[in-house]
């Protein structure tokens, strides 16, 4: 059996200084927090035996992938089933008393939370992210890879593969900024599941992905 490890990698901080959801939208680039917490993350990794990188379009992806690829002095692929569910609340502030889940013109998103009716379905969510880590998979047979994506992507597949319901409280993520949840393949099938935070906890509720 051929042993590989994929490493699903949540970005990290954002420079948000107006606390809205920003989901999908651009110019959303790593805080000089999030630069140093990519740059421990990479240096967690340093003496792994990783050969393929691969990071959502999104700009912080991007950016927290960038030390990973330097240290390992390889190119950095993206792929776009790793990127952010769509929302409708993007650009809106959405944590609790910002008000905006109470404006009338938003209650149409919130007829369902198991789906859920604001966003992309749990359900595409994992079926992609799953695609992604077997590609990844593929691409670093052998050996390991490392797939930068978000917050909910990495938990919403987590939840998938260990047969949990994919609706879930958002408040008890496990999948912290620059966190790591790795994926243990023998060949196709998967035996383990692993997670590490190289930079500490954060908070699950932090607004943005």
């Not at 880590?133 to 890879?145: K, Y």
């Not at 879930?168 to 196709?188: M, N, V």
Request: aromatic fraction near 6%; include cysteine.
């Amino acid at each position: 059996m051929t042993r590989t490890v994929v490493h699903l990698l949540r970005h990290g901080e954002v420079h948000n200084p107006t606390g809205v959801l920003y989901g999908r939208l651009p110019g959303f680039h790593l805080s000089e927090v999030g630069r140093r917490q990519a740059l421990t993350v990479a240096e967690y990794l340093s003496e792994r035996d990783i050969t393929h990188v691969v990071a959502s379009p999104l700009q912080r992806a991007q950016e927290t992938a960038e030390p990973v690829i330097s240290s390992h002095r390889l190119d950095l692929a993206t792929d776009d089933r790793l990127i952010e569910p769509w929302n409708s609340f993007e650009g809106e502030r959405v944590s609790v008393g910002a008000g905006s889940l109470a404006s009338p013109r938003h209650w149409k998103h919130l007829t369902n939370p198991f789906i859920p009716s604001w966003g992309e379905p749990y359900l595409s969510i994992a079926h992609r992210m799953l695609g992604a880590a077997h590609r990844a998979r593929a691409n670093a047979l052998g050996h390991e890879a490392v797939c930068v994506s978000h917050q909910l992507p990495i938990w919403t597949l987590r939840r998938f593969l260990e047969g949990k319901r994919l609706w879930h409280d958002p408040r008890h993520r496990q999948c912290a900024l620059a966190s790591l949840t790795s994926l243990e393949f023998d060949d196709e099938k998967l035996v383990r599941i692993a997670y590490a935070e190289p930079v500490g906890a954060t908070d699950p509720k932090a607004t943005g992905a």
